[in-house]
Structure formats: structure tokens, C-alpha cells
């Protein structure tokens, strides 16, 4: 069985992150995917998904939150994962995120201040790994709200 997720998106806020003392981190956002098609009059329907995403590895959740901003275009990649708790009134609540385990920054350099991949560590790294993305590589005009 394969739980592999491939988001291309545009984050909706910029990353949260959390900094526990152990020297833990965790960063959470939203990316926007859309989709469009034609109804059955012909008209062009636009649909806009979102989609949380947490980055669990603290390396990995530094990089997000130095260099990713609300609007930022990013390829993610990671597993879907479900994971549910009891809110106030005691009811049971599910949520549905993408836990990243890495990413691509698709903005130019110019617009981002970066570009390349990031991915989480493997058992023989303490670093992300960084490759340098094209450099033609631009942020596609768009009709998103941010």
C-alpha cells in the first residue's frame, strides 16, 4: 500500500511554528489548489481546495519558516494522515493533514528569496538536503486572493 501525496500550491498564511525546549519544531500551513471545469451549461466552474500541512521535522520547519510566506508557490510532498481528539464539549473531531516530508519552492529567486528543494533528513544526515531549482523558474499569473 502507497500513502504518497504531491501538492503544487500557493500557501494561504504564512507557516506557523512552534518551538518546543528540546530544540523540537513544528510548522503548519495551508495550500490552495484549484481546479477548474465546465458545467453542463459550458460555463467555467473554478474550485479552490485547501489543504493543512504540518512539517514535523524541526530542520525542515526551520527552512518553511525562514523562507515560505503567504502566497508563496510550493510543491509538497508527504503522506495524508487522519488524526482525531475530543474538542471542549466532549465531541470527537477528525482532522485531515498532509504531513510534509518535503518541499520545493516554485516562486524565482527574485520573488522568494530562495528556491530549491528541502527535504527531511535522512538516518544519515542532520541537515536538509538543498538542490537548487531552475533558474527560469517562475510564479505562473493567477486569479487566487492572495
Not at 479552490?48 to 504540518?54: G, I
Amino acid at each position: 500500500m502507497v500513502n504518497k501525496v504531491f501538492l503544487i500550491g500557493r500557501l494561504g498564511k504564512d507557516p506557523v511554528v512552534k518551538h518546543f525546549e528540546n530544540g523540537g519544531a513544528i510548522a503548519e500551513f495551508t495550500v490552495a489548489t484549484d481546479d477548474s471545469y465546465k458545467d453542463k451549461q459550458g460555463n467555467k466552474v473554478e474550485q479552490t481546495d485547501w489543504h493543512n500541512v504540518k512539517i514535523p521535522t524541526p530542520k525542515l520547519a526551520e527552512v518553511a519558516e525562514k523562507y515560505l510566506k503567504k502566497g508563496s508557490l510550493i510543491h509538497v510532498e508527504g503522506k495524508i494522515k487522519t488524526r482525531s481528539y475530543d474538542d471542549k464539549d466532549g465531541n470527537k473531531r477528525y482532522v485531515t493533514e498532509v504531513v510534509c516530508e518535503g518541499f520545493k519552492m516554485l516562486d524565482s529567486k527574485k520573488d522568494s528569496g530562495g528556491g530549491g528543494s528541502y527535504s527531511a533528513p535522512t538516518s544519515n544526515s542532520n541537515s536538509p538536503v538543498r538542490e537548487e531549482a531552475p533558474a527560469n523558474t517562475s510564479a505562473p499569473d493567477d486569479d487566487l486572493p492572495f
